[in-house]
């Protein structure tokens, strides 16, 4: 299923909003993707016919990547595509001269806190009522992860 990670450019953005839209309760803006494309690094997830499945958005501090979106389009979920997806951007920086992957995620997100721990993530922290939510706030758990 999943082939590569390609680098992210304005051309994506209308699929990428296409798919944010579908995935999450507050979707990012497309102004805030523009800005991620201006700010980071970011990848749109492909198979071997360059079929996009999905997307990462990485913004880079000194010496830290820290992951602020990851995103599987709803027909690949469950699929192993995010598994994937995260090993191959891990790879993808192991010689390079960032040091740490940093993230947040939801606290009622058990499949992708699950998902981080099996890579080798560790907690960090907790992030009191940082995402909103349909009926008021949500505490995020802060990740890393050594490179």
Request: hydrophobic share 45%; proline share 1%; no cysteine.
């Amino acid at each position: 299923m999943f082939s590569y990670l390609r680098l992210m450019d304005e051309q994506d953005l209308d699929w990428v909003m296409a798919v944010e839209q579908r995935v999450h309760l507050l979707p990012w803006s497309k102004r805030g993707f523009e800005q991620a494309l201006l700010d980071g690094v970011s990848f749109v997830i492909s198979n071997q016919d360059h079929q996009a499945l999905g997307y990462l958005v990485v913004q880079t501090v000194l010496d830290e990547l820290h992951l602020l979106n990851l995103a599987i389009d709803q027909t690949f979920q469950g699929q192993g595509v995010a598994q994937m997806a995260m090993k191959a951007f891990i790879e993808r920086f192991e010689d390079s001269p960032f040091q740490k992957i940093l993230l947040e995620v939801r606290e009622s997100n058990l499949v992708a806190r699950h998902l981080y721990l099996k890579l080798g993530f560790k907690l960090d922290g907790v992030r009191r009522n940082y995402y909103q939510t349909s009926t008021g706030r949500e505490d995020a758990l802060l990740m890393s992860l050594v490179i």
